[in-house]
């Protein structure tokens, strides 16, 4: 019987606010986990899912394939992300529709923060690891700058789309920077997703629509497991470049969250800049420096919980 620590409790905040993050366009539940300094220890797990863990569960060795992809950790934070998905999505829906200017702003607080902290992670040494890892930062930017002007497609909600889809935007989940929600939204496949969930919550879905979440979760699932590995490889043998991609995607991806905007279509919008210093402006610079300060909170908390 697995008895209930402090430290799951810590997990599932950690969950609740990448949950929180995931459902959110623009914003990485992959961010959140490396603000945590949870992101290499989540990455290792999932990519644990593989043929040993069944052959330790064909032998009935429930223990040891629980230590092998570390369990409890993924089972806590598992039910975290879930929960915050749940509980925030009505919210940020709101927020969105009703408080976009003050939410972007909050929310470009956040990436900028997080990108500062990345950036940090990759420790180079001498000119040319200098030279190396900013040149691949901002090759990143450039890539993620453009990724998120792209416009959204229309999404044919056929049961092959959606394991596509689930598997391509939950490879963005995992990587900070790169919104997998966002993804969906190019794909032209949020609304049709998160409309889904939503009647679920609900109890109103229908059969087709359950089989549609159900297939659209088996992508996640084979995406996510698949992507897991190779990106586990490559933090393992090129860890400071990756961490300069990874800082780069974030800093490119403020495109999107730039705070003033005005609607292009019912869909989109395009950035503009303020005509002159007014009250928004102001409220916006606050917010924003608020949001980098929990930021730092955060990435404190992350260090100091796993010292302990």
Same mark, same amino acid.
């Given at each position: 019987?697995?008895? @209930?620590? %402090? $430290?799951?409790?810590?997990?599932?905040?950690?969950? @609740?606010?990448?949950?929180?993050?995931?459902?959110?366009?623009?914003? !990485?539940?992959?961010?959140?986990? +490396?603000?945590?300094?949870?992101?290499?220890?989540?990455?290792?797990?999932?990519?644990?899912?593989?043929?040993?863990?069944?052959?330790?569960?064909?032998? %009935? /060795?429930?223990?040891? *394939?629980?230590?092998?992809?570390?369990?409890?950790?993924?089972?806590?934070?598992?039910?975290?992300?879930? #929960?915050?998905?749940?509980?925030?999505?009505?919210?940020?829906?709101?927020?969105?529709?009703?408080?976009?200017?003050?939410?972007?702003?909050?929310?470009?607080?956040?990436?900028?923060?997080?990108?500062?902290?990345?950036?940090?992670?990759?420790?180079?040494?001498?000119?040319? /690891?200098?030279?190396?890892?900013?040149?691949?930062?901002?090759?990143?930017?450039? @890539?993620?700058?453009?990724?998120?002007?792209?416009?959204?497609?229309?999404?044919?909600? !056929?049961?092959?789309? &959606? @394991?596509?889809?689930?598997?391509?935007?939950?490879?963005?989940?995992?990587?900070?920077?790169?919104?997998?929600?966002?993804?969906?939204?190019?794909?032209?496949?949020?609304?049709?997703? #998160?409309?889904?969930? $939503?009647?679920?919550?609900?109890? $109103?879905?229908? !059969?087709?629509?359950?089989?549609?979440?159900?297939?659209?979760? *088996?992508?996640?699932?084979?995406?996510?497991?698949? &992507?897991?590995?190779?990106?586990?490889? +490559?933090?393992?043998?090129?860890?400071?470049?990756?961490? *300069?991609?990874?800082?780069?995607?974030?800093?490119? !991806?403020?495109?999107?969250?730039?705070?003033? /905007?005005?609607?292009?279509?019912?869909?989109?919008?395009?950035?503009?800049?303020?005509?002159?210093?007014? /009250?928004?402006?102001?409220?916006?610079?606050?917010?924003?420096?608020?949001?980098?300060? *929990?930021?730092?909170?955060?990435?404190?908390?992350?260090?100091?919980?796993?010292?302990?």
């Amino acid at each position: 019987m697995i008895r @209930f620590e %402090r $430290k799951d409790l810590a997990q599932l905040a950690r969950g @609740f606010l990448m949950g929180g993050a995931d459902i959110i366009p623009g914003v !990485s539940g992959g961010t959140v986990a +490396l603000i945590l300094g949870i992101y290499e220890r989540l990455v290792g797990a999932i990519s644990h899912i593989d043929g040993h863990l069944l052959g330790l569960v064909a032998r %009935r /060795q429930w223990r040891a *394939a629980a230590e092998h992809f570390d369990f409890r950790f993924l089972l806590t934070l598992g039910v975290g992300i879930l #929960t915050g998905v749940a509980c925030l999505a009505k919210l940020m829906h709101y927020l969105l529709l009703e408080q976009r200017t003050y939410t972007l702003a909050v929310f470009f607080g956040l990436i900028l923060a997080s990108s500062f902290i990345v950036m940090r992670m990759m420790k180079p040494r001498g000119a040319a /690891q200098y030279a190396i890892c900013y040149s691949l930062a901002a090759a990143a930017a450039v @890539f993620a700058y453009w990724l998120v002007g792209l416009q959204a497609v229309v999404f044919h909600d !056929s049961l092959s789309n &959606f @394991f596509f889809a689930g598997a391509i935007a939950i490879c963005a989940m995992i990587l900070p920077g790169i919104s997998g929600s966002y993804i969906l939204l190019l794909m032209g496949a949020y609304l049709t997703v #998160t409309g889904i969930i $939503k009647d679920v919550l609900e109890l $109103k879905c229908t !059969s087709r629509e359950f089989v549609s979440l159900l297939v659209f979760a *088996a992508g996640c699932a084979c995406g996510l497991i698949g &992507f897991s590995k190779l990106l586990r490889w +490559l933090l393992s043998r090129f860890h400071m470049p990756i961490m *300069a991609v990874l800082g780069g995607f974030m800093i490119g !991806s403020l495109r999107l969250m730039w705070p003033f /905007q005005r609607p292009i279509t019912e869909k989109l919008y395009e950035q503009i800049v303020p005509e002159s210093w007014n /009250q928004d402006v102001t409220a916006c610079l606050v917010l924003a420096v608020v949001a980098m300060l *929990a930021v730092l909170m955060l990435d404190r908390w992350g260090s100091v919980e796993d010292e302990q």
